[in-house]
DNA sequence: GATAGGACTTCCCGTAACTGGAGGGTCAAG
DNA sequence: CTTGACCCTCCAGTTACGGGAAGTCCTATC
């Protein structure tokens, strides 16, 4: 399978096949002219960290669950470890988000917005007591 | 003011301020022996930056806060309409967030995480279909 | 067989917003 | 005069790719 074939069935760009190459996730044989020869398993290897990515795994960690996968022997509390740090991250993503969104509607909320230059967004921006 | 005084004032690091000053968000003066002369403007227009950033907003959209804070008869609708494209993208990060929180919960929600190698969450990612 | 077009290759630069570190000048105290 | 804290500039690295150039290869058509 060539790198076109590959990206269609994955979903992924060919420069994100190429970089996960370069940066050892998958590891492609080549053909006689040098092109990327893709079998079954670079395949599914591909669509795994193509969904953990989508999940928001960070490479290192897709490159972890990649060897957890691997071997077939592992315990799926390493995996569960793994996957529970990273719901951890998010939910303190989530908490950060929705702090600055509080904050931030605030301050939308009271400003009137229209054309006159006062604006409660800047004082707030600026450090101002609020009245 | 030194740039160690000001870091302190703002909670900025002087690295970041420093970098301020490369991409143009403040333009402090300079001493004879070259150290960045800070005056109250500057300590403003940093501590600004630093609360805007805090809220989410990018350097780009903190430095068309700047130029409208330095407006003084801009109309307050101008800063609003940034700030709720803001909030916008702060709640559309927020969806995102909990999408890939629900898909991860189940996952870790199904795995034992014990010694046994049997674990759903790579079976997930890998695509296999769930029972 | 020539040619046109896609598809493939490598290589290098750019992104956002800094952070770390090297290597060196300056200032105040003792 | 030396020590240590502070300041300076410049360079490199971070994350996870995307854009684009320059060149090779494959396939179809004339």
Redesign the interface.
């Known amino acids: 399978m060539n790198i076109g074939e590959v990206s269609t069935r994955t979903g992924l760009p060919a420069k994100t096949i190429r970089y996960y190459e370069e940066i050892g996730l998958v590891r492609p044989a080549r053909g006689a002219n040098g092109y990327r020869a893709f079998d079954q398993a670079d395949l ?1 290897r591909l ?2 960290v193509g ?2 990515r ?3 795994f960070t490479i290192e960690e897709c490159r972890a ?1 990649l060897a ?2 691997d071997d ?6 390493d ?3 793994i ?2 740090g ?2 951890a991250q ?2 303190a ?2 908490a950060e ?2 702090a ?2 509080a ?3 605030d ?2 909320t009271a ?12 004082k ?4 101002e007591p609020n009245s």
């Open positions: 599914y669509a795994f969904r953990a989508s999940l928001g669950l957890l996968y077939r022997d592992r315990a799926s509390g995996v569960k470890r996957a529970q990273h719901l998010i939910d993503k989530i988000l929705r600055m969104r904050t931030l509607s301050l939308v400003c009137a917005g229209d054309d006159r230059p006062d604006c409660p967004i800047l707030g921006l600026s450090g």
